[in-house]
């Protein structure tokens, strides 16, 4: 158990120096299990808070250099007090310059229209049924399953939580959100943002 471990785990997940020297203790220093570990107790914090009201927060901006291209993001919390400190901005600004990178549609699964969900299902469905004709071994089952992954991977490239955190791929954004909600102890929500584009 090194200094530089524990430092890499507290910058991958965020987790306290007693949390991670705990989970290093009960994975016996396995790296990748303690991360798993630190995840999902982090991810457990987060939904135990994800009903509390996050009224407070603050609006982002990020402007590309050249001044072409920026992104606005209103991120919520419970508290002012924690809106103020240093790790909320923080957490806002690697958000907004994350939206400007990676242009997402929507926030969350939730807000994604069904109409278009079932109109990607249908594309991806006709597209699977041709290979189905084309491979008889395809059964309905396969097929199914083909159409959910394809729904998951438009879900990843369109939902801002869902996405590959832009300055690390390893996570994602709800996963750099429940980290954040483990170090501060609030609820935070992203509530809307806006991606502009010079002459768009």
């Known amino acids: 158990m090194t200094k530089?471990?524990?430092?890499?785990?507290?910058?991958?997940?965020?987790?306290?120096?007693?949390?991670i020297k705990n989970a290093?203790?009960?994975?016996?220093?396995?790296?990748?299990?303690?991360?798993e570990l630190l995840r999902k107790k982090g991810a457990l914090k987060a939904n135990k808070k994800a009903d509390r009201v996050a009224k407070e927060g603050i609006v982002e901006a990020y402007i590309h250099p050249g001044s072409q291209l920026g992104a606005l993001?209103?991120?919520?919390c419970e508290t002012d007090f924690v809106a103020r400190t240093h790790?909320?901005?923080?957490?806002?600004?690697?958000l907004a310059l994350h939206i400007a990178a990676v242009n997402p549609l929507y926030v969350s699964i939730a807000d994604v229209p069904e109409e278009d969900v079932e109109k990607e299902k249908e594309i991806y469905k006709e597209s699977a049924s041709a290979k189905a004709s084309a491979d008889k071994q395809l059964t309905d089952e396969v097929l199914n399953k083909i159409v959910e992954g394809k729904i998951a991977k438009y879900f990843e490239e369109s939902c801002l939580l869902e996405q590959p955190f832009v300055k690390n791929p390893h996570i994602k954004v709800k996963d750099l959100i429940a980290q954040a909600v483990a170090k501060m102890g609030e609820n935070v929500v992203v509530k809307r943002f806006a991606r502009f584009v010079l002459g768009n």
């Open 87 to 94: 790790d909320f901005k923080t957490l806002a600004k690697e």
């Open 73 to 76: 993001v209103e991120v919520n």
């Open 24 to 35: 290093l203790a009960e994975v016996n220093n396995d790296k990748e299990k303690a991360i």
């Open 4 to 19: 530089d471990l524990i430092k890499e785990l507290r910058d991958l997940t965020g987790a306290g120096i007693l949390e």
